[in-house]
């Protein structure tokens, strides 16, 4: 099964490109993050677009890292006050992600609790969704992950209603990235294109594009840390990115992605870095369901996997942090409940669990 319901236009000037298939409705509303649509030059190119195709727009840029529910209400409110009838969403996953649950909240009128209450979502806003890091593949997928403000547990949902109906990619709006942010967002996209060739859902169709993206990754990696606005090591990113999405899309995310989240809800870890840190074990400790699948991915990429972990190891990705042993089990509880452990092709018992987290734990 291969399904995508999104126009991409990828490359150079994909915005002017994608002008003639951007009319979703009369009044749009942008949702950004404080600084990221500005930065990236996005609203720049947008404005005098919007304002040729007679579309009038209000602009809701107060989208933190890691959204809480409170703002997708308060982002609720605002497109309902002002009568926006679809989305622009502008920036990294944060502003995707938000930009889809205030759409589907706006839409069927949620509260915050009614968020992650699927049968609850009948209907939603069209989404025009630009990327400004290459890491989600957001604009792909019909995920949206959230932090619940009264909880403070990160969990995501998946619905088709969320898959924005128009994905605008340009690698120009991502050499605003600082170094840590290429860095980490990299890495996530790194994360989804290996989680999918380990999910129980994974799909013959997408190997190729797997393969190509990892591949993508490795050579331009390092090359865009030191030279940030290297247009084709970018390029190369965002597409990588963009596969990366297209892979989560059918193939969900495992364990990998469920461990990283009471990492980033405790100490804001950042995501990429929070998959990052426990890929190599990670890797290992699905290696013995699946050598062959991941042999194909080293022959494809001719590397082999040691060489693997040290291109890996040679980022700033080590870190550790300070947990209470009563707070490890409550993240084991977390982890083990989350959605993403479903498509995982081993799933850990509590040992094995406290003994992967032990990877990152001071003093272990
Ligand atoms: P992000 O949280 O959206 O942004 C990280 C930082 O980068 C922010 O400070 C942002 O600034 C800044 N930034 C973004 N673009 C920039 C640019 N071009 N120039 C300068 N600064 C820029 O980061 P992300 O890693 O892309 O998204 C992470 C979120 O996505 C997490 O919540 C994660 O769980 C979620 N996620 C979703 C999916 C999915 O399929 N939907 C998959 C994986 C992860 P401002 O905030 O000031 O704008
Ligand atoms: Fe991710």
Redesign the pocket.
């Known amino acids: 099964m291969f399904y995508l319901p999104t126009r991409i236009i990828f490359g150079e000037n994909a915005l002017r490109e994608a002008a003639p298939h951007l009319a979703f409705g009369k009044r749009a509303l942008i949702v950004?993050?404080?600084?990221?649509?500005v930065?990236?030059?996005?609203l720049g190119d947008l404005i005098p677009i919007l304002n040729e195709l007679n579309i009038e727009h209000k602009i809701f840029?107060q989208?933190?890292?890691?959204?809480l529910t409170s703002q997708i209400i308060a982002g609720k409110e605002f497109m309902l006050e002002n009568n926006c009838d679809f989305i622009i969403a502008i920036?990294?996953?944060?502003?995707?992600?938000a930009a889809?649950a205030i759409a589907i909240a706006a839409a069927n009128d949620l509260s915050e609790d009614e968020l992650y209450q699927l049968d609850l979502h009948k209907r939603s806003y069209p989404i025009v969704a630009v990327?400004?890091?290459h890491?989600?593949?957001?604009e792909v997928?019909?995920?949206?992950?959230?932090?619940h403000s009264k909880t403070n547990k990160?969990a995501?949902f998946g619905s088709d209603l969320?898959f924005p109906r128009l994905a605008i990619v340009d690698p120009r709006?991502?050499?605003?990235?600082?170094p840590k942010?290429s860095l980490?967002?990299a890495l996530?996209a790194l994360s989804?294109l290996l989680e999918g060739l380990y999910s129980l859902s994974r799909n013959t169709h997408l190997y190729p594009m797997i393969h190509r993206g990892v591949r993508l990754i490795v050579d331009n990696l390092s090359l865009c840390l030191k030279e940030p606005n290297h247009l084709p090591a970018r390029e190369a990113l965002a597409l990588a990115s963009l596969y990366g999405?297209i892979t989560?899309?059918h193939t969900g995310?495992t364990l990998q992605?469920a461990i990283g989240?009471p990492f980033?809800s405790a100490f804001d870890t950042?995501?990429?870095l929070a998959n990052a840190m426990f890929m190599k074990e990670m890797m290992e400790f699905n290696l013995p369901n699946m050598l062959e699948l991941i042999n194909e991915l080293f022959d494809a990429i001719n590397m082999s996997k040691e060489e693997f972990y040290n291109w890996l190891e040679s980022f700033p990705i080590q870190i550790k942090v300070e947990i209470s042993d009563d707070e490890e089990e409550r993240w084991m509880d977390e982890i083990l409940g989350a959605r993403n452990i479903a498509a995982s092709p081993r799933v850990p018992t509590r040992d094995e669990l406290r003994a992967l987290i032990h990877t990152v734990k001071k003093g272990v």
């Open positions: 950004s993050g404080r600084s990221s649509a930065k990236s030059g996005v840029a989208i933190l890292e890691n959204p920036g990294g996953g944060s502003p995707l992600d889809k990327p400004t890091t890491g989600t593949g957001s997928t019909q995920y949206s992950v959230l932090t990160k995501g969320n709006y991502m050499t605003s990235l600082s942010v980490h967002t996530d989804h999405g989560i899309a995310t992605h989240y980033t950042p995501h990429g």
